[in-house]
Nanobody, 124 residues
């Protein structure tokens, strides 16, 4: 099993920044990639960004390209999501997820483990 714990959410004004962190513990050797998803009220969970454990390969959904950056620190078993130029439409619960899939999947069903989520609220 792998446990994921997110932190760093909060309330920020439009145009501001937040950095989310996700610390993994347990059988982390089984994880090839990690991703961030978000879910706004009344909407489906959507892919935000993903990164491979052993390379610099990353992938972003179009709506966050140029504003969000996903990175990792393998020594700390931590993945980060730096969010800049935040918009009210970025408001959601953000989830960290881990996958044993070697690709960079964007479908939630391809991820094996999930964190509890952290709320991000962007005011206009």
């Amino acid at each position: 099993q792998v446990q994921l714990v997110e932190s760093g959410g909060g309330l920020v004004q439009a145009g501001g920044s937040l950095r989310l962190s996700c610390v993994a513990s347990g059988r982390t050797f089984s994880i090839y990639g990690k991703g961030w998803f978000r879910q706004a009220p009344g909407k489906e969970r959507e892919f935000v960004a993903a990164i491979r454990r052993s390379s610099t390969s990353t992938y972003y959904t179009d709506s966050v390209k140029g504003r969000f950056t996903i990175s990792r620190d393998n020594a700390k078993n931590t993945v980060y999501l730096q969010m800049n130029s935040l918009k009210p439409e970025d408001t959601a619960v953000y989830y960290c997820a881990a996958t044993s899939d070697y690709g960079l999947p964007i479908l939630p069903g391809r991820y094996d483990y999930w964190g509890q989520g952290t709320q991000v609220t962007v005011s206009s």
